[in-house]
């Protein structure tokens, strides 16, 4: 079984080009401002988030664990999660993302995606997970349902098949997103 990262569900919910040209037709990805803007503020996010209390997540007390490194072999799938919180015996996954209007889909199955590796790891059920939508200073809760769990694991079949036949997918409709894409000047020669 082909390994997949959390963040190809992610990229494969964008734009499903971005998987083809990681796995399928590697090329030299260009790290874009927008890319470089939000390493750095994942950093300063990082920074102040140890310092603050739970109560945008309505919790009183927790305990936090930032930058996990997970696995799950019965999921082929790896990723580095932003943080998750420990609270009254629950865990919490939270994925910070630089965005001032919205959780969009491809980060809530990002989310799910983690939930899914968090309960492998410690071996209990996640029902909620959070979207920390930095620049709006917002926190988004998400509901981490068995329908959300099973599109999941249909998005990384999709994925693996994709891969397999060395299938590339139609240009997206969203030409906004390609504006800023690592890959757009290869994505461009393809027709």
């Not at 963040?7 to 090329?27: A, E, M």
């Not at 990723?79 to 609270?87: E, K």
């Not at 930095?134 to 769990?149: F, K, L, Q, W």
């Amino acid at each position: 079984m082909l390994k997949l990262k959390v963040t190809d569900i992610k990229q494969y919910f964008y734009c499903p080009r971005i998987i083809y040209f990681t796995y399928v037709c590697p090329v030299p990805k260009k790290v874009t401002t927008k890319m470089e803007f939000g390493r750095e503020a994942h950093l300063e996010l990082d920074r102040l988030e140890k310092r603050r209390t739970f109560k945008r997540y309505n919790f009183q007390v927790g305990e936090r664990k930032f930058h996990t490194n997970l696995y799950s072999p019965r999921l082929g799938l790896e990723g580095r999660l932003d943080m998750h919180i420990i609270s009254g015996g629950d865990i919490f996954p939270v994925e910070f993302k630089h965005s001032s209007g919205t959780a969009f889909l491809n980060h809530k199955y990002q989310l799910v995606a983690y939930a899914m590796l968090l309960e492998d790891t410690y071996n209990r059920p996640i029902r909620y997970g959070f979207i920390y939508l930095d620049a709006a200073n917002d926190v988004i809760p998400v509901e981490i349902t068995p329908n959300a769990r099973l599109h999941v694991k249909e998005t990384l079949a999709r994925i693996r098949g994709m891969v397999a036949s060395e299938y590339i997918p139609p240009k997206i409709s969203f030409k906004g997103r390609c504006i800023d894409c690592e890959y757009r000047n290869f994505c461009g020669d393809v027709r």
